[in-house]
């Protein structure tokens, strides 16, 4: 089956600095690509997503970026914020067999210090 | 447009005993994605629903289930609860399948004394 690691583990970067966080995939069937950001108490908010067709995507200052070859996609984070602390998890999907399972990293507690 | 809504939010149960935990889906949602969040083993995938057909499953022994109703509501069913199934269950609903998008609700903290 599909399986996901995400680096760092945990990041901590000055307010206004940018956040890169790392995510690898094993089934090169895996299409979809959502990153997710978890705050205490909640459930997981998708931020972006990216499909297999498309090498990079921006949503103001956030952007995803993949690397179908090298089976890996990345998260960057512009001008951080204080409230951009929080847990951010990737995640893989196939088509294979159909249906919407969604096989995630190991998440990453994302610090930004004022 | 609500979002996705579990209840109960938290849930505290024996060992031995069974829950019953419940989702709606976003209106119009017609698929609905069940995973079980815990500091060991991270998201990990338990079954997903479409059209009352259970479309996939995870890697959890039987005491797992589910269904999912005509009005797309999902509900998820543990029997003889243990220990380590103490943990944050999370329903996501997305429209359709074929690695549509899934969005995710406040998820239901259970503890299993």
């Known amino acids: 089956g599909e399986n996901v690691e995400q680096h760092p583990s945990t990041l901590s970067v000055q307010e206004g600095d940018s956040a890169v966080i790392k995510c690898t995939y094993s089934?090169?069937?895996?299409?979809?690509f959502p990153w997710y950001k978890q705050e205490l108490g909640k459930g997981p908010q998708l931020i972006i997503d990216?499909?297999?067709?498309?090498g990079e995507k921006k949503d103001q200052r956030i952007a995803v970026t993949l690397n179908k070859t090298a089976k890996h996609f990345s998260l960057h984070i512009t001008e951080t914020q204080p409230e951009d602390s929080a847990v951010y998890f990737c995640?893989?999907?196939?088509?294979?067999?159909?249906?919407?399972?969604?096989?995630f990293g190991t998440g990453t507690q994302l610090k930004v210090e004022l | 447009k609500a979002g996705v809504t579990q209840t109960p939010r938290y849930l505290i149960k024996t060992r031995g005993q069974q829950v019953t935990l419940s989702c709606s889906p976003i209106?119009?949602?017609?698929?609905v994605s069940w995973y079980q969040q815990t500091p060991g083993q991270g998201l990990q995938f338990l079954f997903e629903?479409?059209?009352?057909?259970?479309?996939n499953k995870g890697n959890f022994p039987g005491r797992f289930s589910g269904r999912q109703f005509s009005n797309s509501r999902s509900e998820m069913n543990v029997s003889t609860l243990e220990l380590g199934d103490s943990a944050l269950y999370l329903c996501?609903?997305?429209?359709?399948?074929?690695?549509?998008?899934?969005?995710f609700g406040p998820g239901t903290r259970l503890t299993v004394l």
């Open positions: 996501a609903s997305s429209y359709g399948l074929y690695t549509d998008t899934q969005y």
């Open positions: 089934d090169s069937a895996s299409n979809y």
């Open positions: 990216i499909r297999s067709n498309v």
């Open positions: 995640a893989a999907s196939t088509v294979t067999g159909g249906g919407n399972k969604l096989t």
């Open positions: 209106s119009g949602h017609r698929s």
């Open positions: 629903y479409f059209s009352e057909t259970q479309r």
